[in-house]
């Protein structure tokens, strides 16, 4: 009796009190209604979430394998050169970029924002030049013969310029070019004297006789040559009778 009550004051004691309810509380408590609902809906949230990420897988590996048998069929088509497809997903291009590669085939995505976007692939031995890819580029439909065209007139013109370049490289005699030019108008020695006063100009910075001191007209200049050849004849014959006498 004394042994039941010593133990028993042991426990009723502030110390032991405080141990008790220490192990008490670290022990789990039993699950509330709520959090038996959370974890229901927690537990069907990740169930969902496993069947979407296995019917994504599913589908990635039914488009591969269809890409596989299209590109095949393509490879064996010897009448075709490219294949063209219609819009699609972002992994969608990215699972036949890769089918494409493995074949061994050209791929190219085209198309301005990711709705429009598509897939084109090409054969080795058909690659497409940067024109062609340009065009596809800027959303229009290759056409090799406007193509050729556009070469054509392309490589012309080039030459074109490059003839003219030449041209001016060659040194051009004043002479010749003025007489070439206006032989036709005013005959070919005059035009032979034009030119080479067309020469004595150059000498003067280029700069027309008219624009300078002489602003006589031709009549006027003739008449005072005329003169001048008067006066000297007059001086000639004046000092011959000067001398007979």
Same mark, same amino acid.
């Given at each position: 009796?004394?042994?039941?009550?010593?133990?028993?004051?042991?426990?009723?004691?502030?110390?032991?009190?405080?141990?008790?309810?220490?192990?008490?509380?670290?022990?789990?408590?039993?699950?509330?209604?709520?959090?038996?609902?959370?974890?229901?809906?927690?537990?069907?949230?990740?169930?969902?979430?496993? &069947?979407? %990420? $296995?019917?994504?897988?599913? *589908?990635?590996? @039914?488009? #591969?394998?269809?890409? =596989?048998?299209?590109?095949? /069929?393509?490879?064996?088509?010897?009448?075709?050169?490219?294949?063209?497809?219609?819009?699609?997903?972002?992994?969608?291009?990215?699972?036949?970029?890769?089918?494409?590669?493995?074949?061994?085939?050209?791929?190219?995505?085209?198309?301005?924002?990711?709705?429009?976007?598509?897939?084109?692939?090409?054969?080795?031995?058909?690659?497409?030049?940067?024109?062609?890819?340009?065009?596809?580029? &800027?959303? %229009? $439909?290759?056409?090799?013969? *406007?193509?050729? @065209?556009? #070469?054509?007139?392309? =490589?012309?013109?080039?030459? /074109?310029?490059?003839?003219?370049?030449?041209?001016?490289?060659?040194?051009?005699?004043?002479?010749?070019?003025?007489?070439?030019?206006?032989?036709?108008?005013?005959?070919?020695?005059?035009?032979?004297?034009?030119?080479?006063?067309?020469?004595?100009?150059?000498?003067?910075?280029?700069?027309?006789?008219?624009?300078?001191?002489?602003?006589?007209?031709?009549?006027?200049?003739?008449?005072?040559?005329?003169?001048?050849?008067?006066?000297? *004849?007059?001086?000639?014959?004046?000092?011959?009778?000067?001398?007979?006498?």
């Amino acid at each position: 009796m004394q042994h039941e009550a010593s133990f028993r004051l042991k426990l009723d004691s502030p110390k032991m009190a405080d141990l008790l309810g220490s192990i008490l509380s670290s022990m789990e408590k039993p699950p509330t209604v709520h959090d038996q609902e959370s974890r229901r809906k927690a537990r069907e949230q990740a169930a969902r979430l496993k &069947k979407i %990420e $296995e019917d994504e897988k599913r *589908k990635k590996a @039914e488009f #591969r394998k269809k890409m =596989e048998k299209e590109v095949s /069929e393509f490879i064996q088509d010897s009448t075709l050169q490219k294949k063209k497809y219609d819009p699609m997903g972002k992994i969608e291009r990215s699972i036949l970029h890769d089918v494409a590669e493995v074949a061994g085939l050209t791929s190219f995505s085209f198309g301005e924002d990711e709705e429009s976007r598509y897939v084109m692939l090409f054969k080795k031995e058909f690659a497409p030049s940067d024109e062609e890819l340009e065009a596809y580029r &800027k959303g %229009e $439909e290759w056409d090799p013969q *406007k193509a050729e @065209e556009r #070469r054509r007139l392309k =490589e012309q013109a080039a030459l /074109e310029m490059q003839e003219a370049s030449h041209t001016q490289e060659r040194p051009v005699s004043p002479n010749s070019n003025y007489r070439d030019k206006y032989s036709h108008l005013i005959g070919t020695s005059a035009a032979k004297d034009a030119a080479h006063m067309l020469q004595a100009n150059r000498a003067y910075g280029c700069v027309p006789v008219a624009n300078k001191r002489d602003t006589r007209s031709i009549e006027e200049a003739m008449n005072e040559i005329r003169a001048k050849k008067r006066l000297k *004849k007059g001086q000639v014959e004046a000092t011959g009778s000067g001398s007979s006498v």
